[in-house]
């Protein structure tokens, strides 16, 4: 546009079209990430627990199972989750006080 009236109705259709495209896709992916952060803290938890007593039972992983499907997790992601906190019990057995039994921090 040369003309002043063209470069401002150029100017107001540029912020215009970023205003329908940026801002909607920003709300939608922070509602996204929430979504996923409260799913994977469902899992988290759900994992917390089948582990309390140090045993995965069927149950418990089955119950598992059906909420990382229900939530729509990747299966890896689900498992790696659960290997993680596994991970953990064993290594806190591992690094109990030889004296009073308590764990060791790290």
Not at 31 to 57: C, H, P, S, Y
Not at 76 to 85: G, K, N, V, Y
Request: hydrophobic share 40%; glycine share 6%.
């Amino acid at each position: 546009p040369i003309t002043p009236l063209g470069k401002a109705i150029t100017s107001f259709i540029t912020i215009l079209g970023i205003g329908l495209v940026a801002l909607p896709t920003s709300l939608i992916t922070s509602g996204f990430a929430r979504v996923m952060a409260r799913n994977e803290k469902a899992l988290v938890t759900e994992a917390q627990e089948a582990l309390a007593d140090g045993i995965i039972t069927r149950e418990e992983a089955e119950r598992y199972s059906r909420l990382a499907e229900s939530l729509h997790a990747d299966p890896e992601f689900a498992r790696q989750i659960l290997q993680d906190f596994e991970r953990r019990a064993i290594l806190e057995e591992e690094f109990d006080c030889p004296h009073c039994g308590k764990p060791i921090s790290r």
